[in-house]
């Protein structure tokens, strides 16, 4: 069983930065691919990030790569989505996942999710 809970989201001006942190609980944490997704309304959940078990491994959605940033801290059991230079359309309601294996853009690869937290980018 693993619990995710987001925070960090907030109201940023276009070209800001937020930072994101997804807590864990869980045995399993550190054996697990991570992911963030993100939901605007009207919109399907799509990918944004993800890192592997290990964090050797990133990848990201074409629309964030070389703003966004994820990490992840196994001894706190943590993940961190470090975003800059955003944009009015990064405005979504953002979510941690957790997947049993390797990381994965699909979001029902992903079996764990917390609740989302708002990110609101103003123009």
């Known amino acids: 069983q693993v619990q995710l809970v987001e925070s960090g989201g907030g109201l940023v001006q276009a070209g800001g930065s937020l930072r994101l942190s997804c807590a864990a609980s869980g045995r399993s944490f550190a054996s697990r691919a991570m992911g963030w997704f993100r939901q605007a309304p009207g919109q399907e959940r799509e990918f944004v990030a993800a890192?592997?078990?290990?964090?050797?491994?990133?990848y990201y959605a074409d629309s964030v790569k070389g703003r966004f940033t994820i990490s992840r801290d196994s001894a706190k059991n943590t993940v961190t989505l470090q975003m800059g230079s955003l944009k009015p359309d990064d405005t979504a309601i953002y979510y941690c996942?957790?997947?049993?294996?390797?990381?994965?853009?699909?979001?029902?690869?992903?079996?764990?999710w917390g609740q989302g937290t708002q990110v609101t980018v103003s123009s």
């Open positions: 996942a957790s997947a049993p294996s390797y990381l994965s853009t699909t979001p029902s690869r992903y079996d764990y």
């Open positions: 890192i592997s078990w290990s964090g050797a491994g990133t």
